[in-house]
């Protein structure tokens, strides 16, 4: 498997072949109204793509962003959880103070890639680009079968906000979690352990 790590405004080939793909794989397991799915983080130069494809065959396999808190732009998960009635716009605000905040977004996988720790393999390389551009907390959504995944790689569950941290997005089927990554805070963890 290759990994390539592009801005999107570097590469509008490969942004459109990354929503046309993302779009096709929400639409393999029947989802609809995902607030990522618009596509002006396109032309975001605060947007990063990771993406993975096979190297034989160069077919895109599965892909993740993380878009950068900046001063006029809003994360999507402001968006995407202020649109079901949850105001997350304090906790993403006391982050983005502190400097170098990001969403961790947009993640999918071509159906069947995902066993083989693809998810897993994609957010490792979000991680390394986010410390490359000097992104230390990072955001995103987790559902059950992703929350044990970035749990492991230093996420935590935020439980400070409405309901816990809780949600149903994109339906009741689905069951949401708000997560954090702080840089310092697993630093200082392998720390202690070590």
């Known amino acids: 498997m290759q990994i390539v790590i592009s801005r999107a405004t570097d590469r509008y080939d490969l942004a459109h072949s990354y929503l046309e793909n993302h779009k096709a794989t929400l639409h393999h397991y029947n989802i609809s109204h995902i607030s990522t ?9 605060n947007t990063y793509m990771v993406i993975a494809f096979c190297p034989d065959t160069s077919e895109m396999l599965g892909a993740v962003r993380l878009e950068i808190s900046g001063d006029s732009d809003t994360i999507p998960m402001v968006r995407a959880i202020q649109s079901i009635g949850y105001n997350v716009s304090n906790f993403v605000e006391n982050l983005a103070d502190q400097g170098g ?18 998810p897993k393999k994609l957010i490792q390389a979000a991680l390394r680009c986010a410390e490359k551009i000097r992104v230390s907390q990072i955001v995103g959504f ?3 079968y992703s929350l044990p995944i970035v749990e492991g ?11 816990d941290g809780i949600f149903y997005y994109p339906t009741k089927k689905y ?6 990554y702080c840089k310092k805070k697993v630093e200082s963890l392998a720390t202690k352990i070590g």
């Not at 799915?37 to 130069?45: F, G, I, R």
């Not at 790689?153 to 309901?163: K, R, Y």
């Open 153 to 163: 790689l230093g996420f935590t569950h935020v439980n400070s906000l409405e309901n």
């Open 101 to 118: 905040l990001a969403e961790l977004c947009g993640l999918w996988c071509k159906p069947g890639n995902a066993i083989k720790s693809l």
């Open 37 to 45: 799915m618009s596509s002006s983080w396109k032309y975001n130069p």
């Open 175 to 180: 069951k949401t979690y708000v997560v954090h």
């Open 142 to 144: 987790a559902n059950k």
